[in-house]
């Protein structure tokens, strides 16, 4: 079992920065990507980011060149770099880990709102 906790959503005006945290705990030698996925409200969920337990990151389109993801093996951490942000950002972030056989592992969500 992993558990993840993610941490730093809140509000924010268009244009500003925001940094999502997300810590790993449990079977953590399981885990081999980390990233970032979102709801917004009345959609499906979608890919934001992720990165490889070597530190390969893979972005969404609609991100690209506004976030970075960041990870630390070490720190069992996955953080979520955020600028420029727009209002169609506004979504529940959530973090993910997907094991070596292939088990995905969720966080709760935090949720970013972007102001316009």
């Known amino acids: 079992q992993v558990q993840l906790v993610e941490s730093g959503g809140g509000l924010v005006q268009f244009g500003g920065s925001l940094r999502l945290s997300c810590a790993a705990s449990g079977s953590i030698f399981s885990i081999n990507a980390m990233g970032w996925y979102r709801q917004p409200p009345g959609k499906s969920r979608e890919l934001v980011a992720t990165v490889t337990s070597g530190g390969e990151p893979n972005y969404a389109d609609s991100v690209k060149g506004r976030f970075t993801i960041s990870r630390s093996n070490t720190k069992n951490t996955v953080s979520l770099q955020m600028i420029s942000l727009k209002p169609e950002d506004t979504a529940v972030y959530y973090c993910?880990?997907?094991?070596?056989?292939?088990?995905?592992?969720w966080g709760k969500g935090t949720l970013v709102t972007v102001s316009s």
């Open positions: 993910n880990a997907e094991t070596r056989i292939g088990r995905d592992y």
